[in-house]
């Protein structure tokens, strides 16, 4: 059995977290430069779920031994792609940059090149016009 485990985009800070963690209503995660707990999100409005961009670890690494985590934006020898999850296959799945199914593996045979949050002009067809991010 896999490990569930998640991440969160926090945007008031624009910071990956790794790994975070849930109780009632917030997010948090153990800051192990401080050793204290911190809570994510905007204190004054709850901490709320809904100020946090959770994304789920899909079980899977790619190539290089690098956690895929959805809402990574991948590279194989045929394109770019993002990991999301499909609702009628109840798993993981990699779309283009048209948002279409792609057929093939996640995992071995790509490259973890960025995410959607903190890299989405990779999203935009940016990859071609900047190869240095890739």
């Known amino acids: 059995m896999r490990e569930i485990r998640f991440r969160g985009y926090c945007p008031h800070d ?7 963690y849930f109780d009632n209503l917030e997010v948090w995660w153990w800051n192990p430069e401080t050793g204290k707990v911190e809570i994510l ?3 004054y409005l709850n901490t709320m779920l809904i100020f946090i961009e959770v994304m789920q670890f899909t079980g899977l690494k790619d190539r290089n031994g690098v956690e895929i985590y959805e809402g990574d934006i991948l590279k194989r020898a045929d394109g770019i792609f993002k990991v999301a999850w499909d609702d009628s296959e109840a798993g993981f799945n990699m779309y283009d940059l048209k948002n279409t199914f792609v057929w093939g593996s996640v995992g071995w045979d790509t490259e973890i090149i960025g995410n959607i949050y903190e890299n989405p002009i990779l999203l935009e067809g940016g990859a071609r016009e900047h190869p240095e991010t890739i």
Do not use: E, H
């Not at 624009?14 to 975070?20: A, E, H, Q």
């Open 14 to 20: 624009k910071k990956m977290y790794l790994p975070v």
């Open 41 to 43: 999100g905007d204190r």
